[in-house]
């Protein structure tokens, strides 16, 4: 074996450092898809969040064993090479034997333990990997800029291939993913170490390890993919006559269509419909299942007797007073709201952001079949990618446009609901709707109205009445009107120019023919003494006193939450979401002194009701900040909040952990291992600003993308691979400047700040602008905007690793490297909860602040070293 | 001797093996709408339902207690369905496994995806039925079969549908065997499995229906099934966060049939962990 280790490293090595990352990272986001198909993504979030607490660990435990691993290095990354790929493969192969359930957290001890279990088991071959590149980073840590650029390039490389992966193999066989691209990465390295044996190693693991995965199973008769049975597609698959129609892997999802029966779809119908309508269709339905969440009602071509169904459903609304319109259906999605339109409407244009779902429907002949082809319909315009975009730069200008249940999955998550950026529903998407109606025309939004004290239909509300006050600055007194069904359904009409009286006498009597609920209408009167006792009955509701004793201790009235009504609530409201519906609308609307009135009560409410904007596009986080401390002895009041209370949790083990770390060295040895290594905090802040900066950038960067990209898959890739990338030169040409890194980086920070702070206020406008553009142009403008501060975000880690390097301080590299890799876990949790709070704006000049920090605490890398006590005494 | 003492061992042995069968050698007294079990006491309850019923005391004494916690937090305040819930035998409608947590608040899985409703919900669903003797009741999604043997202390005429087929054979097969051991109470629930969207239209027109699915809409056939006056409750969103829909269908003096929606809890957020905590027979404090 040839080891000339003295010679300068061959591309070989640089090749293999770089597919490693790249394994890293398609595993790491393998195990977020295997989450999200199997049980709930963003108990997949959690799960990756704490298993990257693997790099930490890893450099903790070659920090106080450093003299050892520099010794080693090469056993070392040999070893934990070989093993990365064995251990991926049987660590993902336990978990799916040991799925946990979300829903029986609570009141089920073992699901914790479960939990814990799949939280180790990801753990493990992170462990492996951060030891390979720990080795070879500690081994090249003069030239770290150069090793750094191939770790980066190399994990945005990783990221661009599983985004290939993921139209090649389904969700279970994903991890053949990352598997290639170690065993390619492994023979890299062994060429690079001119080493026979590692290779032959390497191959036979290789083969062992794909027979695992590929043969194991079917063996054993034991899932590659444990799908939980709680998951939409799991019912599907239980009904007697279930067949799958469809399937198609790509990265817009893992999508499924069943044909049954037993499956009906009518959201929303009117209770009315039982006794006026003929019959329901029959065998009319499929269910469309997106990563087994659904299903997504897809519905046959009905006769001229089965299409009187359509006017029972809330989406008829809008054509009730324009019967002949050009319509706009803004998601397409099953194509029962394009249905309706098509059976109302002169002509209608249809938008789909999900390029996976009209695939399905032009190609597939079953598919066309059922639906009559509904997309090649001649009335029919197709618009190939989100119906915001569209509408926020078309000239066109429609009579009615609809937005009805495009979030239609979903309806019943037992796995609770993931934050997830919901452009089409933002203020400035709304205002772009309101703008692009002919005049005269109706905007009409249908959403879920299934919560009670109600929190989504909320924040539609004041997003709505937000949007048009800025489309068109006349009283609104008359624009709007809005329908409920009582835990089921509501509808708001804006109507451009308001509503006549013909128009209002034609709602009210469809209303009244469907037994909807009015909770605006232009003429609606409203009595004043309902609000008082339905925000006081909500408080109690969430706030109450719980004890006795509590209640002395607080000035909430005790409530027993089970209890029937008293004497004195008979009186109150039966249906209190419908009653804060007419209240939110009267003091949004009609109030005396409008803002005043609806701030009052906006106050007063239980749940956040801030409208959705570009900058917080989320239906989630509904506990006020100021209220949080409150609910924590109540948290199971919360439980379809599951993916926003998850994110405390994540955060709060992340910054145990990651408290551990760093305490770690400074309990068992600070005074041994660090003794001689002066600029220990300002060390420990530079690195954890980095860490936290550099993730909080990139995730709210991948946030604020989906705006122009319409795909968070889409948005993310570009993201990960254009940050990772830029930020590889960075790192490399940062090495041109290490001599002269005092003088440089202050001015490096700057501009990251600077940057930040810029992209944080104007970055809304231009990526909406961006989104106007055709899609190549898109994702070059996308490149484009990420590149200036992601170059520069490559220059401070390897700048300051590199001189720890030169300073022969190894065991704070090593440290360094874990600190940054736990604050990049802490932000990565912070990220939503400040998103979801405050906006993505001010999670970027957040990260300006902690580049800032780092600024500050840069030269303490530079402190010099002590001498050893032997030379000192010398 | 030697053989003498093997004839006693074995003797001990059996008598071990056999005395709780020995003991209940007298048949089960079978459920009567004039029978009650006896309500003043724990020790009364757990002594009466073990000589009459020849159920497991420890089950028995679960049972009281979260009775109690059922009264106690006005889940039910109906005397008949305060009696039908001390005379149904929770613990033989969840999975062995979960057995030792029956009479827990929390809501258990029972396999294929479904679960068996926390004994507040259940009861308080049952309230909001305010079911009569004779009273004919739907119920759609069978499920662990709790509900329905529930109810079948309250009326004998029930109609229960399970669309996962292998689930609806199961609870078939508990009914059965409980019937068998004595439990007659339960050859009043009439299950099949089907698509419950369709309801049962040879049995009806129903004075309740209960549904215990998630569906985007109250299915028709079920609103057409339903008597008018005639009451549908629905649990509305996911396990452990639930609401439950109460539907009222209406007839005007005209004939003209409409639907009146409502909520069980008024609009509370109702936990499935109750906030109230047993100490002995009395409510106390929070858990």
Request: charge should be negative.
């Given at each position: 074996m040839l080891t000339p280790r003295a010679a300068a490293p061959s591309r070989f090595l640089y090749l293999a450092v770089g597919l490693i990352s790249a394994a890293i990272i398609a595993l790491q986001l393998v195990v977020m898809r295997i989450f999200a198909v199997g049980s709930w993504a963003h108990f997949g979030s959690l799960v990756v969040s704490l298993a990257m607490m693997g790099f930490g660990l890893t450099s903790v435990v070659m920090c106080a064993a450093h003299a050892w691993c520099d010794r080693h290095w090469r056993g070392l990354a040999n070893t934990a090479l070989v093993c990365f790929g064995p251990l991926a493969i049987g660590a993902n192969l336990i978990a799916q034997q040991v799925p946990f359930n979300a829903i029986f957290l609570i009141s089920d001890p073992a699901q914790k333990w479960r939990l814990a279990a799949n939280f180790v088991l990801y753990l493990v071959p992170f462990v492996s990997g951060a030891s390979f590149l720990g080795a070879v980073f500690l081994h090249r840590k003069t030239a770290f800029g150069k090793v750094y650029f191939a770790d980066l390039v190399g994990a945005g490389v990783g990221g661009m291939t599983l985004l290939i992966g993921l139209y090649v193999f389904r969700p279970d066989d994903l991890i053949a993913v990352p598997l290639a691209l170690w065993l390619v990465g492994g023979v890299a390295w062994f060429v690079s170490q001119h080493s026979r044996r590692g290779l032959a190693t390497l191959l036979g693991v290789a083969v062992l390890s794909l027979a695992a995965h590929f043969v194991l199973p079917n063996l054993l008769s034991i899932p590659k993919l444990a799908v939980s049975d709680y998951k939409g597609v799991a019912y599907a698959r239980k009904f007697p006559d279930n067949r799958r129609v469809y399937e198609n892997s790509s990265p817009f999802g893992y999508l499924e269509i069943y044909s049954s029966s037993y499956l009906h779809f009518a959201p929303g119908l009117s209770d009315n419909a039982a006794f006026n309508l003929p019959a329901m269709p029959a065998n009319a339905y499929l269910g469309m299942y997106l990563d087994g969440d659904g299903p997504i009602g897809i519905m046959r071509e009905l006769s001229a007797t089965d299409s009187q169904y359509f006017h029972y459903l809330p989406m008829a609304y809008p054509y009730l007073l324009k019967p002949n319109a050009a319509a706009f259906v803004v998601q397409f999605g099953g194509g029962i709201s394009t249905m309706v339109a098509l059976h109302n409407s002169r002509t209608v244009t249809v938008a789909e952001g999900n390029p996976a779902i009209l695939a399905a429907f032009r190609r597939n002949a079953e598919l066309r079949d059922f639906t009559g082809d509904i997309l090649g319909n001649p009335k029919l315009d197709v618009i190939d990618y989100d119906g915001r975009l569209y509408l926020a730069n078309t000239p066109k200008r429609y009579d009615v446009i609809d937005l009805s249940l495009?979030?239609?999955?979903?309806?019943?998550?037992p796995g609770g609901f993931a934050i997830v950026e919901k452009y089409a529903y933002t203020r400035e998407a709304m205002t772009a709707y309101m703008r692009a109606l002919a005049p005269g025309g109706i905007l009409a939004v249908t959403l879920w109205n299934k919560e009670e004290p109600p929190k989504s239909v909320l924040k539609l509300y004041t997003t709505m009445v937000a949007a048009a006050r800025v489309a068109a600055?006349?009283?609104?007194?008359?624009c709007f009107y809005a329908v409920s069904s009582y835990l089921s359904t509501v509808t708001v009409l804006y109507k451009q120019g308001g509503f006549n009286a013909d128009e209002i006498a034609k709602l009210h009597a469809h209303s009244k023919a469907m037994s909807f609920d009015e909770i605006a209408a232009p003429d609606s009167t409203f009595d004043a003494a309902q609000i008082e006792p339905t925000l006081a009955n909500y408080r109690a509701s969430i706030f109450g006193a719980q004890t006795p004793a509590a209640a002395n201790a607080t000035t909430e009235p005790e409530v027993d939450p089970t209890a029937p009504l008293g004497a004195a609530q008979q009186a109150g409201p039966l249906v209190p979401a419908t009653t804060m519906g007419q209240i939110v609308w009267n003091a949004l609307?009609?109030?005396?002194?409008k803002t005043t009135a609806w701030d009052d009560v906006a106050r007063r409410y239980v749940f956040d009701t801030r409208p959705l904007t570009?900058?917080?596009?989320?239906?989630?986080?509904?506990?006020k900040p100021v209220d949080l401390p409150r609910i924590t002895d109540r948290l199971e009041l919360f439980q379809d909040e599951w993916g926003y209370l998850l994110l405390f949790a994540t955060l709060g083990i992340a910054v145990t952990v990651a408290t551990v770390l760093i305490a770690f060295p400074v309990v068992l040895g600070w005074r041994s291992i660090f003794n001689r290594y002066p600029g220990r905090l300002g060390t420990i802040i530079y690195f954890a600003c980095l860490g936290l900066g550099y993730i909080m950038v990139e995730v709210s960067l991948i946030a604020k993308f989906v705006l122009p990209l319409g795909n968070p898959t889409v948005s993310a890739t570009i993201l990960i691979t254009g940050m990772l990338v830029f930020s590889g030169l960075g790192s490399l040409v940062s090495g041109r400047y290490l001599d002269r890194a005092r003088a440089i980086m202050p001015k490096i920070f700057i501009a990251i700040s600077a940057l930040l702070f810029a992209y944080g206020a104007v970055l809304d406008p231009l990526l909406g602008w961006i989104g106007s553009l055709a899609y190549a142009s898109r994702i070059a403008c996308s490149f484009a905007l990420i590149a200036p501060p992601a170059f520069l975000m490559g220059f401070p880690m390897a700048t300051a690793m590199t001189w720890l390097g030169r300073l022969g301080k190894d065991p704070m590299f090593l440290w360094a490297w874990g600190i940054n890799g736990s604050f990049s876990v802490i932000g990565a949790a912070a990220v939503p909860i400040i998103a979801t709070a405050y906006g993505l704006a001010a999670v970027l000049q957040l990260s300006g602040l902690a580049y800032l920090i780092a600024a500050l605490t840069f030269f303490a890398i530079f402190a010099p070293l002590k001498k050893p006590l032997a030379a000192v005494r010398e | 001797m030697k053989k003498n003492g093997f004839v006693f061992a074995v003797t001990l042995l059996l008598t071990q093996v056999f005395s709780p069968a020995m003991a209940n050698a007298s048949p089960m007294t079978p459920f009567r709408w004039d029978l009650a079990p006896a309500m003043d006491s724990q020790e009364n309850f757990v002594n009466w339902m073990q000589q009459n019923r020849h159920e497991d005391p420890g089950f028995l004494v679960q049972r009281w207690r979260r009775y109690l916690a059922v009264v106690a937090v006005k889940d039910a305040t109906d005397e008949r369905v305060k009696e039908a819930f001390l005379w149904t035998p929770r613990e033989e409608f969840v999975r062995p496994i979960n057995r030792s947590h029956s009479y827990d608040s929390a809501f258990l899985d029972i396999g294929y995806g479904v679960t068996i409703s926390g004994p507040h919900l259940v009861a308080h669903m049952t309230s909001a039925l305010e079911v009569k003797q004779g009273d004919k009741v739907l119920e759609i999604g069978t499920g662990s079969g709790y509900q329905s043997a529930y109810l079948s202390h309250l009326t004998d005429k029930l109609w229960t549908i399970e669309i996962i087929k292998p689930l609806a054979e199961r609870t078939r097969g508990v009914y059965d065997g409980l019937i068998a051991k004595?439990?007659?109470?339960?050859?009043a629930i009439n299950s099949k499995q089907g698509d419950g969207y369709y309801g049962w239209p040879e049995a009806a027109p129903f004075d309740k229906i209960i549904v215990t699915c998630g569906i985007d809409h109250i299915p028709p056939p079920l609103l057409q099934q339903l008597k008018p006056g005639g009451i549908m409750v629905i649990p509305v969103g996911p396990p452990g966060a639930q609401h439950v829909l109460k539907v009222i269908k209406q007839q005007a003096a005209d004939g003209a049939l409409t639907v009146s929606r409502s909520d069980i809890y008024n609009g509370r957020v109702v936990p499935f962990v109750p906030f109230k905590k047993l100490e002995g027979d009395v409510i106390k404090g929070a858990h």
């Open positions: 495009a979030d239609s999955a979903g309806l019943s998550n600055p006349v009283p609104l007194d008359n609307l009609h109030g005396d002194h570009n900058d917080r596009p989320y239906f989630a986080a509904y506990i | 004595g439990y007659s109470e339960f050859s």
